[in-house]
């Protein structure tokens, strides 16, 4: 499985209740049995990043376009780190 981290923007997902209400529901992040967005973070400038754990990047490309993610890049994700447990990707 891969993992991309997308970084642009989404019309509306500065104001907390319309992010609030676009993502609260699980079917937002588990778009899929195989794909699932594991992270979005709406930056104080504006941007968002949304980070998809999916059998293909076409997965994430998908979930992009229907929320609207103005995407400015899109990166395969290497290896990560979280709270010390560090894992490879790809």
Do not use: Y
């Not at 997308?6 to 937002?28: C, E, M, N, Q, Y």
């Not at 899929?32 to 709406?42: G, H, K």
């Not at 949304?50 to 993610?69: I, M, P, Q, V, Y």
């Amino acid at each position: 499985m891969g993992r991309w981290i997308a970084i642009g923007t989404v019309p509306g997902w500065d104001d907390l209740d319309k992010f609030t209400t676009d993502l609260k529901a699980t079917s937002r992040w588990r778009v899929d049995p195989r794909t699932t967005i594991t992270e979005v973070i709406a930056l104080a400038d504006g941007r968002v990043i949304a980070e998809c754990h999916a059998n293909t990047r076409a997965d994430f490309d998908a979930w992009l376009e229907k929320t609207g993610f103005q995407v400015d890049s899109l990166t395969p994700i290497a290896h990560i780190a979280r709270a010390g447990d560090i894992w490879k990707i790809s």
